[in-house]
Structure formats: C-alpha cells, structure tokens
C-alpha cells in the first residue's frame, strides 16, 4: 500500500509494551513508522497497513484524540 506523495520511514524496534505499531509525523513532513520488534513478520505487514491508513487519512494533523480516530479506523 505505496502512499503517493508521501516520504515515510519504518523502524523496527522493541517498545517494551504491547503495542504493535505507531506512527509519528516529523517536522519535516515525513512519516516515521515504528514497528515492534516483539511481533512477528505477519504482524509488521498488518501494522505498516494499519499505520499508512492513518496517514492516508490525515490522521496525524490536529487535535483529534486517538481513541476516537481508532474507533473511526475499526482497530
């Protein structure tokens, strides 16, 4: 799921919790994605999707709290 337009880098990493995935916008316009290195490779493709749809969908830009734009998404 390429994003056109879009500058993004994957890290993968241990969180220390059980968090798969999150997302971080930069302050140069591109996007960091940490993928838990806890998780297996099923799990990094389903969360990178995860993560490229909240930056699809702007979801990064704003004041808008994280429960509700999970609950928009269907997490």
Do not use: C, Q
């Not at 997302?23 to 290195?37: A, E, F, H």
């Not at 493709?45 to 830009?61: M, N, R, T």
């Amino acid at each position: 799921m390429p994003i056109e337009d879009a500058d993004y880098f994957i890290r993968v990493m241990s969180f220390g919790v059980p968090i798969p995935a999150v997302v971080r916008l930069n302050s140069d316009g591109t996007y960091m994605i940490y993928l838990n290195s806890d998780y297996d490779y099923e799990h990094w493709l389903d969360s990178w999707e995860h993560e490229l749809w909240h930056i699809v969908h702007d979801d990064l830009y704003g004041e808008k709290d994280i429960r509700d734009i999970e609950w928009k998404k269907g997490a």
